[in-house]
Nanobody, 118 residues
Framework: QVHMVESGGDSVQAGGSLSLSCVASRSLYCMGWFRQAPGSEREGVATINRYGTSTYADSVKGRFTISRDNGKNTLTLQMNSLKPEDTAMYFC???????????????WGQGTQVTVSA
């Protein structure tokens, strides 16, 4: 099993930046970030495999950057040029494969809230 804890969520103005961090008890092949707004399904934001290959949702590509440190078992999401539609609970997750299909991700953090005001 993998235990993960996220941090870094905050309330910011549109156009601002935030950096989210996740500390895991151990690293799996794929680590990623998901988000969920009230009344919506959880959606994939970004994934990264152990070799540094990353994927992004179209809505965040060019604005967000995912990174990981395998030695420290940490995962980071740098969020720039934030928009009100980025408002959501953000979760870090771990899986043995890299895909945005939520069912493949077996381990999740508790979530950290990001709120972006217009």
């Amino acid at each position: 099993q993998v235990h993960m804890v996220e941090s870094g969520g905050d309330s910011v103005q549109a156009g601002g930046s935030l950096s989210l961090s996740c500390v895991a008890s151990r690293s799996l092949y794929c680590m990623g970030w998901f988000r969920q707004a009230p009344g919506s399904e959880r959606e994939g934001v970004a994934t990264i495999n152990r070799y540094g290959t990353s994927t992004y949702a179209d809505s965040v590509k060019g604005r967000f950057t995912i990174s990981r440190d395998n030695g420290k078992n940490t995962l980071t999401l740098q969020m720039n040029s934030l928009k009100p539609e980025d408002t959501a609970m953000y979760f870090c997750a771990a899986a043995n494969v890299c895909t945005f299909r939520s069912g493949t991700w077996g381990y999740w953090g508790q979530g950290t809230q990001v709120t972006v005001s217009a």
